[in-house]
């Protein structure tokens, strides 16, 4: 028997198949309980952080599975454990202000960008390497891709910066809160042209990305839902000298609107509380997180038993993790080696579990880059793809130049980390 299947109305059982299905409970439940040694800890510590340590693994490998996970979700944290660039705290020049300089004091500035993008990026890499808790980098990292904004278009380092303080906050808090913060974030709201949007005008971009990538997938709204929710939105913008969020009274749209069924004179926070309401947007997250951490192949009922623990948890997401970390689906043979490392758990991973820490990291940035996972960076609003499209003819090339110049005169490691941490985990 399985969740909680019964023999109900079969009866008593006669004494002998009460006394197997005894025993079979027991040793099922004493190799359930068993600790999970030295692969079982790799496997753990790999799949929710980057690049296991010996001394990790030996400390993980005495425990029960869900002693490991318990103990795995109690060291995590909400804030870097490294000082931030001392840019970021630095006034920027405003997009108005850029469009007045002369050509040549423009391109200054935009030198002075890339340096500053270059730093965040290298700031952010060095954490994980250094940090107590991977698993709050890794989740820092899955939300990036999640909730994607790029420095690209949104220009202002200062903000990407903020955004990530955002969310490695919540990165193993409050999907709701979340979610209702970075639809405010003015990273966002520039990535996604909200900060201009007016009820004369509203802009949809936004209304549509959060309904299909954000919260509930595609399939599962309208056209007039995006059209209703974008006039939600209005009103919600920024300072332009100080980057902050502000509310603009005078733009938005105060007027009756009607998203999935519900109507009401809705703002932006109404919608997303419409959003969060739908057991669609529990099951979307669910999905994906399995993607992340078990396999490339969902199990639907598995998915959907995990995001009743994530509604009923009112959107935490640790009790999430716990009931995905603990679940026969994570600790199954069979997706085991099945996820595509990506280039920052490639990069990130191999340098961390073989010790190395260099003075100088922005080789390693630019590798990450090389490979295709540009940090502050994703190449659409769709995040990362991940899974096999990590894998084509240069950058399977570029992996194994990587690995080569890491580990170069070391042929016994070289050969290890070949195996380990090449492609699959």
């Known amino acids: 028997m399985r969740d909680g299947a019964s023999h109900r109305g079969c009866g008593i059982l006669p004494g002998t198949m009460r006394a197997a299905a005894a025993a079979f409970l027991f040793f099922a439940v004493a190799a359930h309980a068993a600790p999970i040694g030295e692969d079982g800890a790799r496997h753990l510590l790999n799949r929710t952080g980057f690049g296991a340590t010996d001394a990790e693994v030996r400390e993980f490998a005495p425990l029960e599975p869900a002693e490991a996970v318990d103990r795995l979700l109690a060291g995590t944290h909400a804030e870097a454990s490294l000082a931030p660039p ?131 997938g595609e399939g599962h709204y309208g056209e007039n839902d995006i059209k209703e929710a974008a006039r939600a939105f209005t009103g919600w913008s920024l300072d332009r000298d100080t980057g902050r969020y502000v509310y603009r009274r005078a733009w938005h749209d105060d007027g009756e609107k009607t998203v999935l069924g519900r109507t009401g004179r809705f703002d932006g926070d109404d919608v997303l509380d419409v959003l969060l309401a739908r057991p669609e947007t529990a099951e979307f997250v669910a999905a994906k997180l399995w993607r992340e951490f078990v396999s490339p192949a969902p199990d639907a009922d598995e998915v959907k038993r995990w995001a009743a623990v994530f509604r009923d948890a009112h959107y935490e997401v640790k009790p999430l993790l716990r009931a995905m970390l603990t679940s026969d689906a994570f600790w199954a043979a069979e997706n085991r080696g099945t996820l595509v490392k990506s280039p920052v758990d490639l990069v990130a991973g191999t340098m961390r579990a073989y010790g190395i820490r260099p003075m100088e990291l922005r080789p390693a940035v630019l590798a990450c880059a090389a490979l295709g996972q540009n940090l502050f960076s994703p190449p659409n609003v769709k995040g990362w793809p991940g899974g096999d499209a990590w894998i084509d003819g240069a950058t399977i090339l570029g992996r194994k130049q990587f690995l080569e110049r890491v580990f170069v005169g070391d042929e016994q490691k070289l050969a290890l980390v070949y195996d380990a941490t090449y492609q699959m985990k």
Do not use: C
């Not at 906050?169 to 979340?178: I, M, N, Q, V």
């Not at 996604?192 to 802009?203: Q, V």
């Open 86 to 216: 001392a840019f970021v705290d630095e006034a920027f020049v405003p997009f108005y202000k850029l469009r007045q300089m002369s050509p040549d004091d423009r391109r200054e500035e935009q030198r002075k960008l890339v340096r500053q993008g270059v730093e965040l990026r290298t700031w952010w890499l060095r954490e994980m390497l250094t940090t107590s808790s991977p698993l709050t980098e890794r989740m820092t990292l899955f939300w990036h891709g999640h909730f994607a904004t790029s420095q690209r278009k949104v220009r202002l380092n200062q903000l990407m910066y903020r955004q990530n303080v955002l969310l490695r906050r919540e990165a193993l808090g409050s999907f709701a809160t979340l979610l209702h913060e970075i639809s405010k974030d003015p990273a966002m709201l520039v990535y996604l042209d909200n900060a201009g949007s007016r009820r004369e005008a509203p802009n949809e971009n936004f209304a549509r990305e959060v309904m299909e990538l954000f919260t509930l």
